[in-house]
């Protein structure tokens, strides 16, 4: 099961303090103060990775904290710095600071984004020696690392998004246009999280891109917009598509107003998604026959597959 929303508490390390120190060495005449400086204390990355279900580390997990900085040493020596903290979250991912709405998106793989900075090392009493304070004790504490108190929301990243009610057959059609393997069956809500597979595209992109992803959305029923069903935890994976592949099934007894319920729900949840392109495919006519309503199995005829890759190819590059 993917988990694709989760809260979390993320604090980079504070600073060490600086030391108060003295040189005092046998056979040196003169000693003097040599307190070194704190060490910085580590930042918190967040990374964006390939791996959808990456979110689910912070299904139970929910603060996670930077190293410290090391405290000064003496002989001037400064402490150790904290170790930087990488969080690894799906690309497609947007963060938002709670408290500062300020807001992150992450689109690009292995391309870490600092979220938390460092608490910076104190002073020793090295640095505040003088003519008229030889002998200073003073120092400073270190810094305290920035906390953030962050609201993660994965939104796929994929080309197509195949949209339409429960059991349309949209991940039947994935299975044959992509390599993917999704489970299928004859009954409602089968698919209960999104679904990618990659599809090769007969012609490169001007970003060099060799292939179409494309999501398997799971169905949407009326109402959805409002929280029914899987309501709007799957409505929001929509809004990233280019293009939406709108799948209603032959065996409806009103194609059109299959059609109006997903389409209402979109406006309903946002007016922007009806907007994108739109691919609209009568599924599952292979079941339908003028003896008998139902045959024993689908077959997908390889050149309407052929059109049906290059149409969508068409609209998503």
Known sequence: MIVDEAVITVKAGDGGDGAVSFRREKYVQKGGPDGGNGGDGGEVYIEGVADLSALKRFRYQKEFEAENGGRGMPKKMSGKN???LVLKVPVGTVIVDKRSNERWDISKIGEPLLIAIQGKGGRGNWHFRSPSNTTPK???RGGWGQKRILELELQLIADVGFIGLPN???S??????TRASVRVADYPFTTLEPNLGAMPSFAKASDGKSHLILADIPGLIEGASGGKGLGIKFLRHIRRTKVLVHCISAESNDVAR????VRQELKQFDPELLKKKELVVLTKVDLVNKKTKYLPCSIYRSDLLTRLK???ERLAL
Do not use: P, R, T
Request: proline residues 0%; without cysteine.
């Open 82 to 84: 904290g170790k930087d």
């Open 138 to 140: 003073q120092f400073e």
């Open 172 to 177: 039947s059609l994935l299975n044959e246009l």
């Open 258 to 261: 299959d059609y109006q319920i």
């Open 310 to 312: 290059l149409e969508v």
């Open 168 to 170: 349309a057959g949209k």
